[in-house]
C-alpha cells in the first residue's frame, strides 16, 4: 500500500483527475442531452444507472487493454487502394472511426430534429419514443467511446491501474453530481441545446481525426491528422464566446423593442 501512494503515484493520480474531467465534459453534455429523450420520471434514473454501468464499464475496459494493448494494437486488417484509400486498421482505430461517425450522425439527427420542432417550447420527454432501457443503453455505448480516448491518454502517463481506476471513479462520482444540474440548465435554456450537439459535432470530427491517424490513414493522397487539443478547446471556448454575446445583444435588442413599442404606445 505504502509503495502505491507515492508521491509520483500521488502526482499523477492528480493529473489523470484533471485530464478526466476535461475529456468527461462532452460525455456529461450528451449525457445531459440525451436522457432528456426518456420518459420525464424516468430521466433522473436514466441519467445515474447510465454513469454507474459506463464507469464500471470504463474499469473493465481499463483492466482489459493492460493486459491486451500489445495484441490490440496489431492491425486487424489493412486497405491500400492507390490514389483513393490506404491505412491499417486495429481495435482503436475501429474504435475511432466508429465512435466519431456515430457521434456526428447522432449531432447532425438531433440538430435537424430541433430545426424540424413545430413548438420548441414542447418538453422533449413527452416528444420522445425511446424507453428508459433504450437511452441508458446509448449512454453507456457512448460513454465507452468518449472513455476510450481518456483511457488511451491515461495509459500514456501511468500504468498503475489502482491509481488509474481511482481517477475513473472520481471522475464517475462527478458527472453523478453534476448530470442533474447540467440537464436541469439545458432544459430551462434550450438554444444550449444547440451549442452543445455542435460540442459533440465536433467531438466526432476529433475522434475521426485521431482514429486515421492512429491507422495513417492516407484518403486521395493526402494524410489524415489529428486535430490537436489546444485546437479542439479553442473551439469550444469560441462557440460559447459566440452563444453568450449573441445571448447578450439579443437581450438587449429585445429591450430596446419594448421601449420603442411602450414609447409608441404611449
Known sequence: MADLFTLANLGNLGVLIFLQAVLGFDNLLYISIESQRAPI??????????????????????????????????????????????????????????????IMYTAVKEIS?????EHLEKSLGKDTHKSATAVVSLIVLMNLIFSFDSVLSALAITDVFPILAIAILVSGAAMLLL?????????????YEVLGLFVLLIVGVVLLGEGGHEGHIHLFGYAVEPMAKSTFYFSIAVLFLVEFIQSGYQRKLAAERAHEQGTKEA
Do not use: Y
Not at 430534429?113 to 420542432?117: G, P, V
Open 113 to 117: 430534429h430541433l430545426l424540424s420542432m
Open 179 to 191: 448530470a442533474d444540474t447540467v440537464s436541469e440548465f439545458i432544459k430551462k435554456n434550450r438554444m
Open 41 to 102: 420520471h424516468q430521466q433522473k434514473a436514466v441519467r445515474r444507472w447510465g454513469i454507474i454501468i459506463a464507469v464500471a464499464l470504463r474499469i473493465i475496459l481499463l483492466f482489459a487493454m493492460i493486459k491486451l494493448i500489445s495484441a490490440l494494437e496489431a492491425p486487424f486488417f489493412s486497405i491500400d487502394i492507390p490514389g483513393i484509400i490506404t491505412g491499417d486498421f486495429n481495435f482503436a482505430v475501429c474504435v475511432f472511426l466508429f465512435g466519431g461517425g456515430f
